[in-house]
């Protein structure tokens, strides 16, 4: 069976298909999206990852004992006389192959093991600092994108409109109805609005290069959605010094306490010397019989209190001077979140002004000031006036909530949290 389409039939097919690629939606990236593509491209994560597969394998070479010592040579070669450098005529010459090995205890090779273990927890500690960092930096990057979007997009829409009361005023003049410096002044608003619109690309400009240092170029210019709830936090800002204390800072700190108290238990075991056995074959002349020596050594430690005992004082030292740097740490931390939860919570605040008192106001002045003007009682300067200030006020509410939304960022992934739904 033949189906035919007839021609305005297959007019509106045609038509249908060149639309259908306007109809899809534009390639966009959400905040979390953001974040997931930072942590799968970053860099000092793999680094991190690098230092701790490193300090795990040296943790393996250091429970192991050193390797030995072979040794070749020639014993009591004599070098003047009728026997001058012969190797088998005199019968103390001797051609000698020997092993040493260093017998170290057990117990320190347990605790070097147990020291670059440290290690390894220290690197996975700096791994959970890098991870914060890439979400919180990678976020703020983000934020300052989509929020620089919106102003771009309220200027934009400013500019819109006043192009289109351009087209009224001088309707208006030549219909005798406005005078020739009302068009001139809605011109400089035009003029003004194409100026910040183009210092505003600049800044969007730059906000999205910072963007691509986490997301790559592709992504960072794509239209930004999903914007985060900033209103709450999982920081508990009524208890900061307890909660603060899985900072990963603060975790890494701890574990840096946990290596230096590692070297102080080592070097309390080094006041012990380790053994060295040796055994060597000395062959001589075919005349002479050849020999076997056996043997052990170990270093004579007859001045301790002046270097293992300096030794253990200095490694002491060091875990109090740790401790001391970790509780520092705490104090400076709860500092720096207490001043932000300032910021943030003065932000919420001040926009719940913007959004119910100031708006609202500017708004109802800007459609009086128009109103009036329609009906030929009021003066386009005051419409344009009126717009200035809606403009400015909208900006400002915009400029305070990015700050806003910049200083929850800060909050938000201070922390690791398990309870978040990060990426």
Not at 70 to 89: H, K, Q, W
Not at 215 to 227: A, E, I, N, P
């Amino acid at each position: 069976m033949n189906f035919r389409i007839s021609r305005p039939l297959c007019r509106v097919v045609l038509a249908l298909m060149a639309l259908a690629p306007a109809a899809l939606p534009a390639a966009s990236l959400s905040f979390l999206e953001a974040q997931k593509i930072a942590l799968s491209q970053s860099r000092q994560l793999v680094a991190q990852d690098a230092a701790i597969v490193s300090a795990r394998e040296m943790a393996v070479a250091a429970g192991e004992r050193p390797d030995p010592m072979l040794s070749i040579g020639i014993e009591n070669l004599p070098v003047n006389g009728s026997d001058r450098f012969s190797v088998t005529r005199d019968f103390m010459t001797m051609r000698k192959i020997g092993l040493a090995q260093e017998l170290t205890r057990s117990g320190k090779l347990d605790l070097r093991r147990e020291r670059q273990q440290r290690e390894a927890e220290v690197a996975d500690a700096g791994k959970g600092l890098v991870q914060s960092e890439v979400l919180r930096r990678a976020g703020k990057a983000w934020l300052t994108s989509y929020y620089l979007q919106e102003r771009r997009a309220l200027l934009q829409e400013q500019l819109q409109q006043a192009r289109q009361q351009l087209v009224a005023s001088e309707a208006s003049y030549r219909g005798g109805r406005a005078t020739q410096t009302e068009t001139i002044n809605t011109r400089g608003e035009i003029l003004l609005l194409e100026d910040q619109l183009q210092d505003m690309d600049r800044q969007l400009s730059q906000a999205q290069s910072a963007l691509a240092r986490w997301v790559g170029d592709d992504q960072s210019r794509q239209t930004l959605f999903g914007k985060p709830d900033f209103d709450r936090t999982h920081l508990d800002i009524g208890d900061l010094e307890s909660h603060l204390v899985r900072h990963p800072d603060l975790i890494m700190q701890e574990r840096r306490i946990a290596l230096a108290d590692t070297d102080v238990r080592l070097a309390e075991a080094n006041k012990q010397a380790d053994w060295t056995a040796e055994l060597s074959y000395a062959q001589r002349g075919s005349a002479f019989s050849d020999m076997v020596s056996v043997g052990v050594s170990m270093p004579l430690q007859w001045d301790q209190a002046r270097r293992q005992n300096r030794e253990l004082a200095a490694r002491q030292a060091q875990v109090e001077q740790a401790r001391a740097e970790r509780d520092d740490m705490l104090r400076a931390h709860v500092a720096e979140v207490r001043a932000l939860v300032d910021d943030w919570q003065s932000g919420l605040n001040r926009l719940q002004r913007y959004r119910e008192q100031l708006l609202p106001l500017s708004k109802t002045r800007t459609q009086a000031a128009l109103a009036s003007w329609r009906g030929g009682r009021g003066a386009l300067s005051d419409v344009l006036a009126a717009r200035r200030a809606l403009l400015d006020t909208r900006l400002q509410a915009l400029q305070l909530e990015m700050q806003t939304a910049l200083t929850w960022a800060d909050l938000e992934f201070l922390l690791p949290n398990e309870s978040r739904s990060t990426p």
